[in-house]
Antibody, heavy 120, light 108 residues
Framework: QVQLQESGPGLVKPSGTLSLTCAVS?????????WSWVRQSPGKGLEWIGE???????NYSPSLKSRVTMSVDKSKNQFSLELRSLTAADTAVYYC?????????????WGQGTMVTVSS | EIVLTQSPGTLSLSPGERATLSCRAS???????LAWYQQKPGQAPRLLIY???NRAPGIPDRFSGSGSGTDFTLTISRLEPADFAVYYC?????????FGHGTKVEIK
């Protein structure tokens, strides 16, 4: 059974860079075409950050595009998110998720989420 | 960007009652790419409905989805205690994918 697990620092300074990794276990990262990142600010709704194809192609949210880079490491069976020039508005729970081909590419698999606080 | 507006913001109901949640899109969404999720405090969202009306594996049949174009509905036929949560609609046809702001179903 495929599982996702996010990892990264819980606290990052303003103007700094956030780096998160999503480890895929129980299956190959190549078993799905796309992998996504979604975030949720405290008490707020869900925001799609972007997606990466297992070969490395990407799509990013226009509102974050200038600050986001996603990458995939097949050898480690994981994919990553980098978000630059952080402000307090980037404080959120960050989730990695999988669009499932058996459910029409809705997000059928989610990591548990990792809380990231941007503060000095 | 397609904006999804969910209503009501909060729905106060008793166990056993029927819940009807609305999701309206700012432009037409292909049915195939409209989903509903349930989220409980401290947990990741859980997929309930995909393709506007298809239940995800393991989802009880008291959950049903309907709608087309710009108007979609999630119905919970008889609320059980485990159903009190926040529900989000999601369109993933056009990048960027977008979510509604959620409807909280709370115990009356």
């Amino acid at each position: 059974q495929v599982q996702l697990q996010e990892s990264g620092p819980g606290l990052v300074k303003p103007s700094g860079t956030l780096s998160l990794t999503c480890a895929v276990s129980g299956g190959s990262i190549s078993s799905s075409d796309w992998w996504s990142w979604v975030r949720q600010s405290p008490g707020k709704g869900l925001e799609w950050i972007g997606e990466i194809y297992h070969s490395g192609s990407t799509n990013y949210s226009p509102s974050l595009k200038s600050r986001v880079t996603m990458s995939v490491d097949k050898s480690k069976n994981q994919f990553s998110l980098e978000l630059r020039s952080l402000t307090a508005a980037d404080t959120a729970v960050y989730y990695c998720a999988r669009p499932g081909v058996t459910v029409g590419n809705a997000f059928d698999l989610w990591g548990q989420g990792t809380m990231v606080t941007v503060s000095s | 960007e397609i904006v999804l507006t969910q209503s009501p913001g909060t729905l106060s109901l008793s166990p056993g009652e029927r819940a009807t949640l609305s999701c309206r899109a700012s432009q037409s969404v292909t049915n195939t790419y409209l989903a509903w999720y349930q989220q409980k405090p401290g947990q990741a969202p859980r997929l309930l409905i995909y393709g506007a009306s298809n239940r995800a594996p393991g989802i009880p049949d008291r959950f049903s989805g309907s709608g087309s174009g710009t108007d979609f509905t999630l119905t919970i036929s008889r609320l059980e205690p485990a159903d009190f949560a926040v529900y989000y609609c999601h369109q993933y046809r056009r990048s960027p994918g977008t979510f509604g702001h959620g409807t909280k179903v709370e115990i009356k």
